[in-house]
């Protein structure tokens, strides 16, 4: 089974701190994604990883971004963090191969005070 | 811009019942259609997929219908028991270009009564 593990499942900061939210996935998965939950909003694509090293802008990547040094591990950075950056992050890994699943994590719900 | 819009935002069935959740889509370019599904406190988990070619897909008590020239499918859920209570996502993707995440839908809230 494939596990995405994500560091925190709730985290608290404050305004102006650079935050990293880290995730694992267990399987060799070359693609790995972060997105941001918010309800009637679904799920917005902020960055993805097709590799490591590479990576490519989401819908929403303004005020994020990413670091992939490891295949296994894909992290996201607020660079100085803001109140309208509280939400559930969710990370995501997939394989190389069409139209296979995205698994993801449990989440990350993240307050900025 | 939404390029994938999900009804209703929140829907109430009793047990048994039929539970039907809508999507539409803009981008003929799609070629792919996932549905996930996601329990409180847990990260969306795939429910069932489909492509464009076929108009109906079936898995248990679970039913994709897709009508391709209204750009519309949907997630049927016959015989709906309370553990289906769950929030529901439609998605899409294109699978000719380097993109490979998904668009999302804004979710279904979904609660089974006993």
């Known amino acids: 089974d494939v596990k995405v593990t994500q560091s925190s499942r709730y985290l608290v900061k404050r305004t102006g701190e650079k935050v990293f939210l880290e995730c694992v996935q267990d399987?060799?998965?070359?693609?790995m994604f972060w997105y941001r939950q918010d309800p009637g909003l679904g799920l917005r694509l902020i960055y993805f990883?097709?590799?490591?090293?590479?990576?490519e802008k989401g819908d929403i990547p303004e005020g994020y971004s990413v670091s992939r040094e490891k295949k296994e591990r894909f992290s996201l950075i607020l660079e100085s963090a803001s109140t309208n950056q509280t939400s559930m992050y969710l990370c995501?890994?997939?394989?190389?191969?069409?139209?296979?699943?995205?698994?993801f994590g449990d989440g990350t719900r993240l307050s900025i005070l | 811009q939404q390029q994938v819009k999900q009804s209703p935002q929140s829907l109430i069935v009793q047990k048994g019942g039929i539970s039907i959740i809508n999507c539409a889509y803009e981008?003929?370019?799609?070629?792919?259609f996932p549905w996930y599904q996601q329990f409180p406190g847990k990260g969306p988990a795939l429910l069932i997929a489909?492509?464009?070619?076929?108009s109906e897909k079936k898995e248990g008590r679970f039913t994709i219908s897709f009508n391709k020239s209204a750009k519309q499918f949907s997630l049927h859920i016959m015989d709906s028991q309370p553990g289906d209570s769950a929030t529901y996502f439609c998605?899409?993707?294109?699978?000719?270009?380097?993109?490979?995440?998904?668009?999302f839908g804004s979710g279904t809230r979904l609660q089974v009564q006993p």
């Open positions: 995501a890994s997939m394989e190389r191969r069409r139209n296979q699943p995205q698994h």
């Open positions: 489909i492509r464009p070619d076929v």
């Open positions: 399987m060799d998965h070359e693609n």
């Open positions: 998605a899409a993707k294109r699978t000719d270009t380097g993109r490979r995440a998904l668009t």
């Open positions: 981008n003929t370019a799609f070629d792919y």
């Open positions: 990883s097709y590799d490591v090293k590479m990576k």
